[in-house]
């Protein structure tokens, strides 16, 4: 298990409760901030190269956490990224004009242009412009597809939503239907990492708490906070694009 530093009360279930709401990349932020080698990164001075090494472009501060952070992924790890091209037009051609967008937006630049996160960690969509700026005023702005898949096509949604009305509607994150699973197993991390012991889990997460010879008269839930360890050791050495790709969990 992770010697990282704890970043949650993991007694605490509301603490977890909001990534019942969430989809892959809050959680691939989430594994990613707990690990030690991210959360030692953080002292390093040469920001941009200890964040090639997690797949990012930026490196958000670990102790936010993905309702707060802005991790600007890589397309090497981020499959939901769309690449597109901007140039300037007439009032009438513009599709797109950053001065309408509420959403929170971070920026790098690199001399492969510009990377754009709007939103967070939670709700984020990335966009990296090849050629052009969205900096100057409204653009004509065109996107190209590599792929049609569904990952892809929910990309656009949303990017056509956050151009005509410069917001989001909670229908355009939808949330995973194993999110509930996934933050109890982060919980359970977590509660590993303050030195609970399985039974301490049990008790906190299945009310076992009064049972006498829990190993007997409990052995459901002792079963079951077995899984959640045996997974939340599993999760603790995803890489983010697992997350992110879907091959993981």
Request: with cysteine.
């Amino acid at each position: 298990m992770s010697t990282g530093r704890l970043l949650a009360d993991w007694r605490d279930a509301s603490t977890y409760e909001w990534l019942d709401a969430c989809g892959r990349p809050a959680f691939a932020w989430e594994w990613l901030r707990r690990r030690p080698d991210y959360q030692a990164a953080a002292g390093e001075a040469d920001a941009s190269s200890s964040a090639a090494a997690f797949g990012l472009r930026n490196r958000p501060p670990f102790e936010a956490d993905a309702r707060a952070a802005r991790p600007v992924w890589t397309a090497a790890v981020d499959p939901c990224l769309l690449i597109a091209t901007a140039q300037s037009c007439s009032t009438r051609d513009c599709n797109f004009d950053l001065g309408r967008v509420r959403e929170g937006r971070t920026l790098t630049v690199s001399a492969d242009g510009e990377h754009w996160l709007f939103g967070t960690a939670a709700r984020p969509l990335r966009l990296d412009i090849v050629s052009g700026s969205l900096c100057g005023g409204p653009v004509a702005l065109t996107v190209h597809v590599a792929r049609l898949d569904v990952a892809a096509l929910v990309a656009v949604a949303r990017l056509i939503a956050l151009a005509r009305e410069g917001r989001w509607r909670r229908s355009h994150f939808p949330a995973e239907r194993r999110a509930e699973r996934w933050s109890q197993v982060l919980r359970v991390h977590d509660a590993l990492l303050a030195g609970a012991s399985q039974r301490d889990i049990a008790d906190a997460l299945f009310g076992t708490a009064g049972v006498a010879n829990w190993r007997v008269n409990a052995a459901p839930w002792r079963r079951r906070s077995q899984r959640l360890v045996e997974a939340a050791r599993r999760a603790a050495m995803s890489e983010p694009a697992d997350w992110l790709g879907g091959a993981f969990p």
